[in-house]
């Protein structure tokens, strides 16, 4: 079978598309014919050897991915079953055994384009404004990198608690992308704490959701309401880290909370099936719909990351493997 592969630490320009054995799948695992591959910032990582978990080479690439089971193992799943499912790379491949306590079953309401954009995305959104941010209906929520995979995804999330959601965006094309993903209001990044300001009557907003990281970050902070949280998700941005003036949390009674979802869910039983079930409900509402950008074929993989890194994905970029 095919599958995409890093056989070196190159980039994405290295990635190859090589034959590889069938996989052979455990007790616990569900065997899946995979028919598209989400793209994410991991596999980025991933194809430069910068991500924090370091796979022996060559290894697949692919975090998540939509197919239909085949064989399922000692699951609850049956054969011919739409799943979505996720782990930390190998699922860029024709066929996947995927451990059956990270796979999901997948709503007929949704195509396997959007299947695979789901669960990285959606449940790091979940973890992110539910665990580590505590929200509730009512609250307003700030969204960087809004016109993104995660950005859309917490988007969605956000409104599915019945918040109010604002998106920071760069150009006026990811506001319309934003606006289409639920967003309530969307600003450009330049000056978006004045914006903020004024959308919010100068109190400021609940939560901030932060996957770009750098400059933006001390206005981020200034854009809280008291007892307001900025969630860290990630440095996309590509600006370095920031650091926090602890005396600004102080004054304002404010909270820098980080968000590490894979490390923690892969590490607890049944906590991933959770967090489908919550989301299976916003799903079924039509609230959680992943928006899907650009589509590729298995050979253009490098591509679609060369793009992401360019910041020139709208929504999630998926990878079909089947038609």
Same mark, same amino acid.
């Given at each position: 079978?095919?599958?995409v592969?890093?056989?070196?630490p190159?980039?994405p320009?290295?990635?190859?598309v090589?034959d590889?054995?069938?996989?052979t799948?455990?007790p616990?695992?569900v065997? %899946?014919?995979v028919h598209s591959? !989400? +793209? ?6 991933l194809? /430069? #050897? ?8 060559p290894f697949?690439?692919?975090?998540d ?5 085949l064989?399922?193992g000692?699951?609850?799943?049956v054969p ?7 782990s930390g790379?190998?699922n860029?491949a024709?066929?996947?055994?995927s ?5 999901f079953?997948?709503?007929d309401?949704l195509s ?9 995305n959606?449940l790091t959104?979940?973890?992110a404004l539910?665990?580590?941010g ?5 609250d307003t929520?700030l %969204?960087?990198?809004a016109a993104? !995979? +995660?950005?859309t995804?917490?988007?969605?999330v956000? /409104? #599915?608690?019945?918040a109010r ?12 992308v934003?606006?289409a993903?639920?967003a309530?209001e969307a600003?450009?990044v330049?000056g ?6 004024q959308?919010t009557?100068g109190?400021g907003v609940d939560i901030v959701?932060d996957?770009v ?5 001390t ?8 007892q ?6 990630g ?11 602890v005396?600004?949390l ?10 590490g979802?894979?490390a923690?869910?892969m590490?607890?039983?049944d906590?991933m099936q959770?967090?489908w079930?919550?989301?299976l409900?916003m ?8 928006p899907?950008g650009?589509t590729?074929e298995m050979d253009?993989?490098?591509q ?14 998926v990878?079909?493997v089947?038609?």
């Open positions: 079978m095919r599958a592969q890093v056989e070196a190159d980039g320009t290295g990635l190859k090589n590889v054995p069938e996989p799948p455990g616990d695992d065997l %899946v014919e591959v !989400g +793209v994410s910032f991991p596999d980025l990582l194809s /430069k #050897g910068e991500y924090q978990m370091k796979p022996e080479m697949n690439v692919g975090v991915f939509a197919g239909v089971v064989e399922a000692s699951s609850d799943f011919g079953q739409r799943v979505a499912g996720v790379w190998g860029a024709e066929r996947v055994a451990p059956k306590a990270w796979t079953p997948l709503p309401a396997f384009d959007e299947g695979a954009a789901l669960p990285m959606y959104a979940q973890f539910k665990d580590r505590g929200i509730t209906a009512g929520v %969204v960087h990198g993104g !995979g +995660v950005g995804a917490t988007i969605q956000a /409104k #599915g608690y019945a959601t604002i998106a920071v965006v760069s150009t006026p094309e990811k506001a319309e934003a606006r993903a639920g309530d600003v450009l330049d978006f704490k004045d914006a903020v300001k959308l009557g109190r959701l996957v990281g750098g400059e933006l970050f206005d981020s902070l200034r854009s809280l309401a008291e307001g949280r900025l969630l860290v998700v440095f996309a941005g590509g600006q370095g880290i920031p650091e926090v003036k005396n600004r102080l004054l304002n009674n404010i909270d820098v909370r980080g968000v979802w894979g923690y869910a590490t607890r039983a906590f959770q967090q079930r919550e989301l409900p799903i079924e509402s039509g609230v959680v719909k992943p899907i650009a590729y253009g993989f490098g679609a990351l060369i793009d992401m890194a360019g910041r020139k994905t709208l929504g999630k970029s990878v079909r089947r038609a």
